[in-house]
Structures are given as structure tokens and as C-alpha cells.
């Protein structure tokens, strides 16, 4: 969860802590810190709330050295606040840690060294690092971090420098770490963004492997020191697509890149002649007789759309898990079970161990993760990239999308595999795929008509969203949307689940979104249009282009363009995240980091 960054070279070290650091915040924003070796010493600046805070005590008492870690956190145990804000010190303050991840023996650590007479200053489970490592170390540091390591049970990556060393030593174990690889200089973060400004080239490590990096090399091993061949990747990111491009919130700039991504998750992937979709996967599909689909939060609602497309595609009976409830569940998982884990970060902790319980079941497994040499992408049989860019704000809006296109896609193929699309049929459905970015940037070029709604229905109190079929997930991701960045109450229900039970919240106070575009159902949709209006509710209706009947009745409209049905949830959120957007501007609140939320969740 929490951000992590490390620089040993010939630059000012505090520099590149905080230019990493500020591409990493999103991560984490209860407290922010730096250790740096100043000549034989380590000078630690640490500070509770944003990195601004950190920022200006580095202003006014500056620190300088060419080696140096960083950290921001999202707090698990104890409270944001200067002391327990990383890097963590031993004793003497001669060793510094900073830390991603939960310690879960933290605490029978902590009273065993309180008992050998180490004497801790925060509430953290983070600071027995340090002190294991003071307990270890004498003068050999790498060696000290692989015997503390052996004590550590959870979940973590960590990275740890000593004062006059000119090392520092990072472990893996669940949490993410990205080496990135330099000339004369060597970088370390928990994010590819962060490296961006300096290199490309970069090393992903893997679960239960160290990182020891100087300035002219990166020696990888295993937890027992042991070497590990590694081949560096090279991303294809840039430093501006990490920047906001002159949008006032990453969040705005990333609901308009999904045109975009759109393309770009589409492209090269589908041929028009013979109505069939190019994956570049190597995994065998043929003997597939169900899909598992394990995700959270925003990909949780994107799977919730994949199941209505795969069954209805595939003609394969498909299950949507959230990820956290997966592995507990005991779940059933027959012989030819394909499951599919979708994350935007690939490094979700609970759709990975999801996807682990899915394999030592025997399931085929498929990533549609949008980091590449993320864990789920090393952990799968095959991965289905989204192609979508660096997603920067906590709220995920484009990564969704292209979540949404990676489903059709994979159902598409299926369905073509299995005969149960002919080729006149997908050739139809490719043509539809190919006018969706189109579609998507006429509903952002006459964004003002959901920007006048923001201003309309800003000082409300609660929200009911409803929709029916394939956009009940839509109704679903449009309230979550609104409650992760505007604080506002929420609540989806299927719409024709109302009268059982949320009929009983509507009256004139209460703003009913409701999705009605064109579908299969949508006279039932106009008949619960009506019971909303008989209690006078409120409805905000989004409507398809030329709708009457459903714009008849409600007191508010937004229109998106026609699509087909199947498609149309890639069309219908994005109005729903510009209205969520607006209203948390208005409301004048942070809307890339809000509060208590972090972008990857690493920690259970």
C-alpha cells in the first residue's frame, strides 16, 4: 500500500527521494519521510500528513548525500504522526528501514527485543525491522538483512541503508519492488512511475527475492543469498504519460485518455475479415467448461459485466468472486475451470492469493492485469495486458474501461472458439468495437450537461443508483465512483430489486440515478422510472441519443449514443465518473487521494 523509493549515485539524493516519492504519493498520504547518508551519518526528515508538509521541512533544513530511501505511508498499525511516519531507525539511528506490508509476528518481536534492550520510539509493526537488522548486523549489511528477514512473518517488501555503507539492500516478499538500472547510479521503488524520470530499464523482483544495489551494480539473490539470473525488462511508459497534461486532477486526465485506451486495448487485437480476435496468448482454451472471475472493488464491477458477456458470448457458466471471500470460501473447482484474476495494478493482495487458492485447485489461470512484470503477470498461465497507461488517481476510471474492452475480447474469442459466435455475428460485434472510442469522446465533448448536474445535486446527502441487466454493474460503479472521492453516500441496487426494500429510502430529497439506455428491458426500466416518480424521487435518467420516454419522466437527463447493448456499460460509466468527478471538485475535496484510500492494496 505504502510508497517506497531508493537512490544510491552521484545525484542529490533528496532530490530523487522527492521527485519519487510525489509519482508514488497516491499511494499512500498519511506521512512522508527520507533517510539520507550524509558523510557517516544518517539525517532522517520525516512528517505527518502530505508530501507537501515533508517538502517544506526540506526547504528550511536540507539534507545532502548521494544515497538515501523515501518512503510514503498509508498507515496499518498506529496513528499518521511524525514519529511513526518511516524511515525507521535502530537504536542509534546508525540503520534506517522503510517498509510496504504488515509484520504479522511484529509484536512477540517487539517484546524480545524490548527484553535484550532495544528501546522502540513508534507504535509501528515497521520498526522491529530495524532493530533486527542493529541486532545482526556487524558491518556486513546485506548479511544482517537476510538473517533478520529469516524472523519476519507477513506480508512486505522492505528496504533498509546503514550509516557509512554505500549499499542498499531491499526484500521482496508479496509486496512489489521495481529496480530500476542506471548509468553510475541505480534506483529502487514500489512503482514503475517513479523510476520514469531516470530509466526504463528495470528489473521486477519476485516473491522472496534481495536486491543489493551500489551505484555500479544490482546483485539479485533468494533469502539465503543465493544468486538469481534476472533479465531486465525495458517499459514502454514516458515521463508525461505519468504527468497530469494540463488537466487540474490525474483523475480527469485519465477519464479522458479513455478514448485512448480504448484503442489501444482493441489494437492489433481484432481482424476484421474473419470476425475473429487475436489475444497473443499461448494458453490452450479448448478445454475450458467454466470461468471463475476474482477481483475487487472497481474490477470486481468490470467482472460483474464479464460474466453477462462471457455467458452470453461462450455460452459458459461463469462465477464472479470478489477476491477477499475466494480463498475462504472453500470454493468448487472442477476439472476445466478457467480463472481469471483482474487487477489494474497486478499487485492486489486479494486477487492474488485468490488466484493462488484458484491454482492449487487445478484451475488454468489468466491475468487481465494493466502493469506489466506485475505478481499476478508472473503467477498466471497467460496474461491479457489492458494496455491502458499509468492510472495515478486512487479512483480507477480508464483502467475500468479497459477492464471492460479485455472482457469483450476474451468472451469474443471464446465465443469463436466455441462456435457460439458465427462469423457474421462477430464480424457485427467487431464493427461495433471499433465506433466505442468514437462513442466515448461524444459523451466527454459534451461533458458541461453532467457538469451542470455536479452543481445541481452537489450538497446531497445520499444517492440511490440503479440499473438493470449488463449496466447493473454500471449502477454499481457509478456509486462506488461518487462515495471513493465525494464522501456522499451511496448506495446500487438491480433495478428491479427496488420495491424490495430501497423503495423505502425514496422521497424528494433523495437523487435516483438511473441507467435506462436502449436494452432488451427497457420497458421494465420505464415502469420502475415510474415507481421512482410516484414517490417523488428525484430521477436523473441516462438515456440513449433521442429517448423520449424515459427523458419524459425524469427531472434530469444525460444522453450518450446509441450501442449495442452488450456494449454499452463502456459508454454509460463514463458520465457517471464525470458526474462523481464534478461533485467532489465542487465539494472541494482531494480528488486523487482520497482519504483513506490507496491506489494498490498490498496488505489483507
Known sequence: MCGIVAYVGERDASEVLIEGLRRLEYRGYDSAGIAVQSGSRLELRKRQGKLSNLTLALRENPVQGNLGIGHTRWATHG????????????????????????????????????????????????????????????????????????????????????????????????????????????????????????????????????AVLDRHQVRITNLRGRPVEVKPSTVDWNPVMAEKGGFDHFMLKEIYEQPQVIQQTLGGRLIDQSGDVDLGLGLDFSQVQRVHLVACGSAFYASCVGKYVLERFARLPVEVDLASEYRYRDPVVPEGTLAVAVSQSGETIDTLEALREARRRGAKTLGLVNVKGSSITREVDDTLYLHAGPEIGVASTKAYTGMLCALVL???????????????????????????????????????????????????????????????????????????????????????????????????????????????VYDKVISNLQEVKAREGIVLALVSEGDTRAAALADAVIQVPRVSELLSPIVNVVPLQLLAYDIAKRRGLDVDQPRNLAKAVTVE
Open 410 to 520: 476474451l468472451g469474443l474469442h471464446l465465443g469463436r472458439q466455441r462456435g457460439t459466435i458465427d462469423q457474421k455475428q462477430a464480424s457485427w460485434l467487431i464493427a461495433e468495437l471499433r465506433r466505442l472510442s468514437g462513442l466515448v469522446q461524444q459523451v466527454l465533448d459534451h461533458a458541461e450537461a453532467v457538469n451542470e448536474l455536479g452543481r445541481r445535486f452537489q450538497n446531497a446527502r445520499d444517492f440511490l443508483f440503479l440499473g438493470r441487466g449488463i449496466n447493473f454493474p454500471t449502477a454499481l460503479e457509478g456509486a462506488l465512483k461518487l462515495k471513493e472521492i465525494s464522501y456522499i453516500h451511496a448506495e446500487a441496487y438491480a433495478t428491479g430489486e427496488m420495491k424490495h426494500g430501497p423503495i423505502a429510502l425514496i422521497d424528494a430529497n433523495m437523487p435516483v440515478v438511473m441507467v435506462a439506455t436502449e436494452s432488451a
Open 79 to 210: 496513528r499518521p504522526s511524525d514519529l511513526n511516519a518511516h524511515p525507521h531507525t535502530d537504536c542509534r539511528e546508525q540503520i534506517a528501514v522503510i517498509h510496504n506490508g504488515i509484520i504479522e509476528n511484529y509484536l512477540l518481536l517487539r517484546r524480545e527485543l524490548e527484553a535484550q534492550g532495544h528501546t522502540f520510539r513508534s507504535q509501528t509493526d515497521s520498526e522491529v525491522i530495524a532493530h533486527l537488522v542493529e541486532k545482526y548486523f556487524t558491518g556486513d549489511l546485506s548479511a544482517a538483512v537476510y538473517r533478520a528477514v529469516g524472523e519476519l512473518q507477513g506480508a512486505y517488501a522492505i528496504v533498509v541503508i546503514a550509516a557509512g555503507t554505500e549499499q542498499v539492500v531491499a526484500v521482496r516478499t508479496v509486496s512489489p519492488l521495481v529496480v530500476g538500472l542506471g548509468e553510475g547510479e541505480n534506483f529502487l521503488a514500489s512503482d514503475v512511475p517513479a523510476l520514469l524520470p531516470y530509466t526504463r530499464r528495470v528489473i521486477f523482483l519476485a516473491d522472496g527475492q534481495v
